[in-house]
């Protein structure tokens, strides 16, 4: 059975840092592909950042430069590292996975892909100014 739990959440001022985990157990699939969500409330879930098993990572544009996903692969372990946090980065973040990286022989595996098989429950995160 597949888990995927997040943690590392929490509330801090503008121009902090947080650096989320996703905790993967049951994932055994030597190809794949994860990533970093958010949500505010009222707002549709949105990608913030994935990465494939080839280590391409992809990023929305308002967190380029400033957010970092990376993954321990001996620790089965994804994080999302958020520096020059601002205000507008308040959301719940959720972590995803799925082991289809090609999708109709085409490489599948960007932030604006939505398509998981596999999600976490959540961890909040609150900036504020």
């Known amino acids: 059975q597949v888990q995927l739990v997040e943690s590392g959440g929490g509330s801090v001022q503008s121009g902090g840092s947080l650096r989320l985990s996703c905790a993967v157990s049951?994932?055994?699939?030597?190809?794949?592909?994860m990533g970093w969500f958010r949500q505010a409330p009222g707002m549709e879930r949105a990608g913030v950042a994935s990465i494939g098993s080839d280590g391409v990572t992809t990023y929305a544009d308002s967190v380029k430069g400033r957010f970092t996903i990376s993954q321990d692969n001996a620790k089965n372990i994804l994080y999302l590292q958020m520096n020059l946090l601002k205000p507008e980065d308040t959301a719940m973040y959720y972590c995803a996975a799925d082991p289809d990286v090609y999708v109709g022989g085409v490489y599948y595996c960007h932030v604006g892909r939505y398509a998981y098989d596999y999600w976490g429950q959540g961890t909040q995160v609150t900036v504020s100014s």
């Open positions: 049951g994932f055994t699939y030597s190809s794949y592909c």
